[in-house]
């Protein structure tokens, strides 16, 4: 059973960092596109970056453009987002996501999908 786990989540002061960790086991992750959504409570779950399988091509959206880098190790079946910079509206659960297609800003089109992790940034 193919399972995604999001972590490194937690609690910062603005202006601080966190780099969160997506484990995906069970699949070929190398094949796989992966982004990271985030969702803020009484809020849309929001396209936040994405990542080709093999690293070489990223997006982000224009929000944490600058302040947010998505990299990958296909070696560990891991992806990350590190966050700089953070800002009190970066505060959300942050989840993520692998597609064996091209990238889609819509969470529900992804193959496999976390359950989230929490990020607070507090001013």
């Known amino acids: 059973q193919v399972t995604l786990v999001e972590s490194g989540g937690g609690s910062v002061q603005a202006g601080g960092s966190l780099t969160l960790s997506c484990t995906v086991t069970e699949l070929t992750f190398s094949d796989y596109v992966i982004s990271w959504f985030r969702q803020a409570p009484g809020k849309e779950r929001d396209f936040v970056s994405t990542i080709s399988s093999l690293g070489t091509y990223k997006q982000y959206s224009d929000v944490v453009k600058g302040r947010f880098t998505a990299s990958r190790d296909n070696t560990k079946n891991t992806g990350y987002l590190q966050m700089s910079n953070l800002k009190p509206e970066d505060t959300a659960v942050y989840y993520c996501?692998?597609?064996?297609?091209?990238?889609?800003?819509?969470?529900?089109?992804?193959?496999?999908r976390g359950q989230g992790t929490q990020v607070i940034v507090s001013s």
């Open positions: 996501a692998a597609r064996a297609r091209t990238a889609t800003k819509n969470f529900n089109d992804y193959d496999y």
